[in-house]
């Protein structure tokens, strides 16, 4: 049972944005940094976000993070098509000692 | 190019052994933490075990304590995790990540293991 809770899906048509809530504790979001990785059908999770905010290389600048208390977000503005994923946040647990996974949320593109 | 090639999945049969091998390339593998991340088939991501960068420190998830046992061999470029007393809930796919925690978090393409009589 994952200790960081997303909403199961979320959705918009092109061009809209959507966001998409990681919430957690004092010992997860609250005191360790959060990386948000997206998930293609059938393809591994890729990093989209790490340290709250930060974007790799190559990830568009329509996706952003942000923290607030014990709790993550990610925004995608101009929702595309292929951003049609599962997106999961996750944390480092200093109080289990486990890095932990959110439960993951489905963006579908209307 | 970074890449991480995991092998060993297959069908085992509840109670028998396995063991996952992950072969890194494109990256100085022996200055990550490396981690095993599973799915089981239409479910979410898990968090298995990671082992730090000289295989001092590692961290199991309470459910596989005592019958995983992940290790590294920095000479090779490779991650390893043993796992016995094979269990039902085990099948899933098995991912190697370089750093999950980190900016430079990268996943392989995953191994299936499927636990099934």
């Known amino acids: 049972q994952s200790v960081l809770t997303q909403p199961p899906s979320a959705s918009g048509t092109p061009g809209q944005r959507v966001t998409i809530s990681c919430s957690g504790s004092?010992?997860?979001?609250?005191?360790?940094?959060v990386n948000w990785f997206q998930q293609l059908p059938g393809t591994a999770p890729k990093l989209l976000i790490y340290d709250y905010h930060q974007r790799p290389s190559g990830v568009p600048d329509r996706f952003s993070g942000s923290k607030s208390g014990t709790s993550a977000s990610l925004a995608i503005s101009g929702l595309q098509s292929e951003d049609e994923a599962d997106y999961y946040c996750?944390?480092?647990?200093?109080?289990?000692?486990?890095?932990?996974f959110g439960t993951g949320t489905k963006v579908t593109v209307l | 190019e970074v890449q991480l090639v995991e092998s060993g999945g297959g069908l085992v049969q509840p109670g028998g052994s396995l063991r996952l091998s992950c072969i890194a390339s494109g990256f100085t593998f022996r200055s990550y933490w490396m981690s095993w991340v599973r799915q089981a088939p239409g479910k979410g991501l898990e968090w298995v075990t990671n082992v730090n960068q000289d295989g001092g420190e590692r961290y199991y998830v309470d459910s596989v304590k005592g019958r995983f046992t992940i290790s590294r061999d920095d000479a090779k470029n490779s991650l390893y995790l043993q796992m016995n007393s094979l269990r039902a809930e085990d099948t899933a796919v098995y991912y190697c990540v370089r750093g999950v925690g980190g900016a430079g978090a990268y996943w392989g393409q995953g191994t299936l293991v499927t636990v099934s009589p």
């Open positions: 004092s010992s997860n979001i609250g005191s360790n940094t």
């Open positions: 996750a944390a480092w647990d200093g109080s289990l000692n486990n890095y932990v």
